[in-house]
Structure formats: C-alpha cells, structure tokens
C-alpha cells in the first residue's frame, strides 16, 4: 500500500529571512513606483487645473471688455447737453446785460428760460498709467442681461486695475458736479464695482487711428480732446496758416476732436499665484463701432505664440481706409 503522508522535510519548511527581506524590498520598491506616479499624476492635474482656471478668467475678461466695447455708444460733444448749454447762453448773457446796466438779475428771475436738465457725459477716455491703465466709456445695455437698469438705458464703465486686480464700476452717464472751486462732488449713489479677475499684472490698452494716409498707434485716448487724429496747426506755421488769426479758442471749436478710435488693442497679463516670475499674456484687438474709419489694417503680431485670439473682432479685408 502507497504511503501519501508528506515527508517530514516539506511539511516543516518556510521562508528564509533572505526571501522576507527581499520581498520586502521588492514590495516597496513597487508601492514607492506607485506613489510617485501617482503623486506626479495629482501635481499634474493641478497645475492643468490651475492653467485652466487662468485660462478661463482670461477669456472671460477678454470677452467681457470687447463685449462692452462692441456696445459702445458715443456721440460727439455737441450733440448732447443743448438745453444746458443753451441755458447757460442766455444766463451769461443775461448777467452781461445787467452787468453793462449796472442792475443786480439772477437767472432764476428768468421764466423764459429753459429747464436746466441734468449734465450728461457720453465721453471715451483712456488714461496711460503703464502697465495698468485706466478705461472708461458708455456702452448700450443689454435687454436681455439681468442687471440694473440706469437712465436712458446707458450705463458708464470704467476697467482699472487696484493692487493686482481687475475691476469694473458701473455707473449712470450723469457728469459730477463741481462746487465753486471746481472740486468734484461724490454722487449721492456710489458706482456699482465688481472685481473680474485676480493675479493680474498688466492692463494695456492701445488705440488705432488713422492720420495723414498712415495707420498708427497712440497709448491712450481722449475723445473730446484734439491730440492724434486731429492736430490743432503748429505755431511755427501760422504765418502760412489762414487761421493764424483766429483766437485759439475760436480756432480749436473748428478743429474737430479725435472722437472714437478705429480699434482698440487689449493686452492682459496674469501671474502665477505660486510663482509671480511665471507670466501668461492674452491679447486681443477689438474694432470700435462709430469711429470715422471703417476698415482695420491687419498687422504682423510678433507676439503670435504668447497671444490668444490675436484680431479677434475685426475685419481683415473688404473695407475703405476712411
């Protein structure tokens, strides 16, 4: 009969502490692989996180600025505040007539002149403060946006940058008083001011405009002034000017001021909030409605591989130079 009893020698054996050791060694070997890997893995999903979390506040400033600005409504000076001008008119030279007759008139003695309305500013300034520049103008609002509704449906915004961040301030189109000393007076309302981004380095803004059969560039903008597009005549060539003899004031009325720039070139940048060596710079070009020229050259954008939706919102070709 078959004895199938295991030997003595196999039912005592085990593992040695060499074969423990090594297995051990093994096992950690391959437990450390995989905690690296998976710790590379998170740190990578992170960063990619973070990027995109960046990436995203860009487009969302991007497409919140040239939004506004593709809503811009500007009409010049002159087309708005006429009752008040009017008003001032007659009371200036009411005051003249009674200064010249020696007898004391206020204007509101005056019923025949007209109500004075509330003073308007439609204005589209830009103030060059380097890399963090200050914009404001009036834009249409929306029906369609949920926000609150100011008069005349027109609201003024104004973008600026405050200790490396973004904002936006809504407000109504009623110019500031001024007292006596021409201090401004706070409105009884302050704007409604948001904070659009964060981490923010630069806030540039350029403005294109055509002039003298040329295309150029100018780093701010003010539209009731006449700086870039067109140019007051220079002293030096009075003699051969026609309206040397015009007093200045008289002559600058004739010389229209520069309005609305044709575009209007964006450039933000952002930092890393865990690195401020680490920079990521957006740029984009948005063509303004109401301005004199209708057709935006193309240029050659030397900062293409650092740049976002470069020309966005403009036309490339098909349009007249004015």
């Not at 003073?119 to 200050?134: P, Q, R, V, Y």
């Not at 007076?185 to 003298?212: C, H, M, R, T, W």
């Not at 009731?224 to 005549?233: D, H, L, S």
């Not at 303004?288 to 050659?300: D, F, I, R």
């Amino acid at each position: 009969m078959k004895n199938n009893r295991p030997s003595h020698g196999l039912r005592h054996r085990g593992f040695t502490l060499i074969e423990v050791m090594v297995g051990v060694v093994i096992f950690s070997l391959v437990m450390s692989a995989l905690f690296f890997s998976f710790r590379t893995a998170v740190k990578t999903y992170q960063v990619g996180l973070t990027h995109a979390d960046g990436d995203q506040a860009a487009r969302f400033v991007m497409d919140t600025v040239a939004g506004d600005m593709r809503s811009l409504y500007y009409k010049t000076a002159n087309a708005y505040n006429i009752s008040r001008r009017f008003r001032e008119q007659q009371q200036a030279e009411r005051e003249r007539q009674a200064l010249q007759s020696g007898v004391n008139i206020s204007a509101g003695e005056d019923p025949n002149l007209p109500e004075l309305g509330p003073k308007i500013d439609l204005g589209f300034k830009c103030t060059d403060n380097a890399d963090t520049d200050d914009l404001t103008f009036v834009r249409m609002q929306s029906p369609k946006r949920t926000e609150d509704r100011k008069p005349w449906n027109l609201v003024r915004l104004r973008y600026y940058v405050m200790n490396g961040n973004l904002y936006r301030s809504q407000d109504d189109i009623k110019a500031p008083e001024v007292d006596e000393k021409g201090n401004e007076i706070p409105k009884p309302y302050p704007p409604q001011v948001d904070k659009i981004a964060n981490n923010v380095k630069s806030f540039d803004l350029k403005f294109g405009y055509y002039f003298e059969g040329e295309w150029h560039e100018a780093p701010e903008w003010d539209s009731a002034v006449t700086k870039y597009r067109n140019e007051v005549p220079d002293t030096e060539q009075d003699k051969k000017n026609p309206m040397a003899n015009v007093m200045p004031n008289q002559q600058n009325q004739q010389v229209p001021p520069d309005n609305v720039p044709a575009w209007a070139s964006i450039t933000l940048t952002f930092k890393d909030p865990k690195d401020d060596e680490k920079l990521k710079t957006f740029h984009q070009v948005v063509q303004l409605p109401q301005s004199q020229e209708t057709y935006v050259p193309v240029q050659a954008d030397s900062t293409q591989a650092t740049t976002q939706r470069s020309w966005s919102g403009s036309r490339a070709a098909g349009g007249r130079n004015r």
